[in-house]
């Protein structure tokens, strides 16, 4: 019976996928070029919608194992897309983080080496796939190559450690060197952020007076959240007896929930969005699902406070100097941004939290923005 792929609508995992009432699943996976597809029919167990799901992702991975499983022998002649097959199936864990590596590995590595079998992929291979992603990207973004932070990530944490399992299986004796160097000096700085800081806060406020939707949007990257952690942010994390919300777990860098001071300027805004206070805080006005770009509305900020180098990562920039320059402690700043950077916040970790740093922080931006604006 052939399957309607339609009615499956819910993201649950890489290759799985739930229908509107989580009670059906549709998984599709494909191991040493055989595809496997089929639906997991819990309609007629009495289960709550969360053992429905955690029942379908255990019987997926399952699934997906034994074909693995099966097939599980390599040789010196299998590719290196058959490998990483493998290696992401059986090796690397479930996070969202080893998910981030095999779709970094299938944007550059598939179609570039990925075909090459195992035994030929030699140094000047990897110096090749290196000048292409330094030379061209994948997107609009990086039409003119990838960072070298990106080059290194896929390089060093994605494609060396599939090539040294190779090594560890005993398949073959040895692989080529792969290391990269990032360029000193990498630090985008800001000059007069202060007043930057202040500028974008006036402009928001004017530009979005009567979109309380975009305002709100703005305000979160103002006060130092990242994109993807504003585009996932649900109702659901907003905590009104506290004043806090929270950037869950899969939703932030360290994999660990944070829970930050929600600003009043940003309450009353998200408030005044004429929706019904339920999911995404900030859906797409079109699909009603996740907005995966404010593009339009960013280039009319950028025009309106003439700042034409404004991104919405550019936002914590203009925050990390503007803090600087008020001479906020490096533990406070680190801790409100979402960072863990050992070195310099781990001791204020163990004594404090994201909630306390970020108050500071809210309350640092307030006067600065206070003072700047007569």
Not at 42 to 55: F, G, H, I, L, P
Not at 69 to 92: A, C, D, G, H, K
Not at 284 to 305: A, C, D, I, M
Request: with cysteine; proline share 3%.
């Amino acid at each position: 019976m052939a399957i309607n792929t339609k009615e499956f609508i819910n993201d649950i995992d890489v290759g799985l996928k739930a229908n509107k009432e989580y009670n059906r699943f549709y998984y599709r996976y494909k191991i040493d070029n055989r595809t496997k597809r089929g639906v997991l029919d819990y309609s007629a167990k009495q289960w709550d919608k969360r053992t429905r799901v955690s029942k379908a992702k255990v019987t997926f991975h399952e699934l997906k194992n034994k074909t693995v499983n099966s097939s599980i022998n390599f040789n010196e002649n299998s590719t290196l897309n058959q490998v990483s097959e493998i290696y992401f199936s059986i090796v690397r864990d479930q996070s969202k983080w080893s998910k981030e590596l095999q779709s970094a590995y299938n944007v550059h590595c598939k179609d570039t080496i990925g075909n090459k079998r195992i035994k030929d992929i030699r140094k000047v291979h990897i110096d090749d796939l290196k000048k292409r992603m330094e030379t061209k990207g994948h997107s609009k973004q990086t039409k003119n190559g990838c960072a070298p932070r990106t080059v290194k990530k896929i390089l060093v944490q994605v494609l060396k450690p599939i090539l040294e399992y190779t090594v560890e299986n005993k398949v073959l004796d040895d692989i080529p060197n792969i290391t990269v160097k990032l360029p000193k000096n990498r630090k985008k700085l800001v000059s007069n952020a202060s007043q930057k800081l202040a500028q974008l806060y006036k402009g928001i406020m004017q530009l979005f007076k009567d979109d309380p939707f975009y305002r709100g949007l703005f305000l979160f990257a103002l006060y130092g959240r990242r994109w993807n952690e504003i585009a996932t942010l649900e109702w659901k994390d907003i905590d009104l007896l506290n004043n806090t919300y929270t950037v869950r777990a899969e939703n932030n860098k360290i994999e660990q929930d944070q829970t930050y001071d929600l600003p009043p300027i940003i309450l009353q805004s998200i408030y005044e969005i004429k929706e019904d206070k339920r999911g995404l805080v900030f859906k797409s006005p079109v699909t009603k699902g996740k907005l995966y770009s404010p593009k339009n509305k960013l280039r009319h900020l950028k025009e309106f406070v003439k700042m034409p180098e404004l991104t919405m990562h550019y936002f914590r920039h203009i925050l990390v100097s503007a803090m600087g320059e008020m001479g906020t402690a490096g533990t406070i700043l680190s801790a409100s941004l979402g960072h863990t950077n050992l070195d310099t916040v781990n001791q204020f970790y163990l004594s404090a939290n994201h909630t306390k740093a970020s108050q500071e922080t809210n309350l640092t931006i307030d006067k600065l923005v206070s003072n700047r604006i007569q």
